[in-house]
């Protein structure tokens, strides 16, 4: 898996006008940072009746699942971020934490995307492909990998999926 995630870095990292994309991914990113989920989450919760505060409950349960497992897989397998290697690869922000794997970033915005797509279902065409420019986001700035991408967002969907019949 690192040889080919290297690779992949790698090609995304050598693409005419990474630089040029780098603003848009940097963008994209800081929709990923946080602060939005809780926005919507709210919003959800105070103009919807219907299913918003149900989403919210559950939204707030699958991030306290998906944050310690996440925490604890960093920890546990400690990769080393793409700049922070022998042969370092240029970043184009400085990343929040020391180690790559998975993405906290491509796990919150899938965790989001899954949730949206079982309560509003018409949404999903908009949710995922938020989801999956977040995640490329974090390649094209150079601070993850494409595993730690998938690693992510397989976190991030599973922990929605699992709170499901704890919180209905």
Request: glycine share 8%; hydrophobic share 55%.
């Amino acid at each position: 898996m690192t040889a080919y995630d290297a690779r992949a870095l790698h090609w995304v990292l050598s693409r005419p006008g990474r630089t040029r994309l780098g603003r848009l991914a940097r963008l994209c990113s800081r929709v990923g940072d946080g602060p939005a989920y809780m926005v919507v989450g709210l919003l959800l919760f105070y103009l919807e009746p219907i299913n918003g505060p149900l989403f919210f409950v559950q939204a707030l349960a699958a991030f306290l699942l998906e944050l310690p497992i996440y925490i604890v897989l960093k920890q546990l397998i400690r990769r080393p971020r793409p700049a922070d290697l022998p042969d370092p690869l240029a970043a184009l922000i400085r990343p929040s934490d020391r180690f790559s794997f998975p993405s906290g970033h491509a796990g919150a915005a899938f965790l989001m995307a899954t949730l949206i797509t079982i309560h509003y279902p018409v949404w999903a065409v908009a949710a995922y492909p938020l989801a999956l420019m977040i995640g490329f986001s974090r390649v094209v700035l150079g601070v993850h990998y494409p595993g730690d991408i998938v690693a992510g967002a397989i976190l991030g969907a599973s922990c929605a999926v699992l709170i499901l019949p704890l919180t209905a």
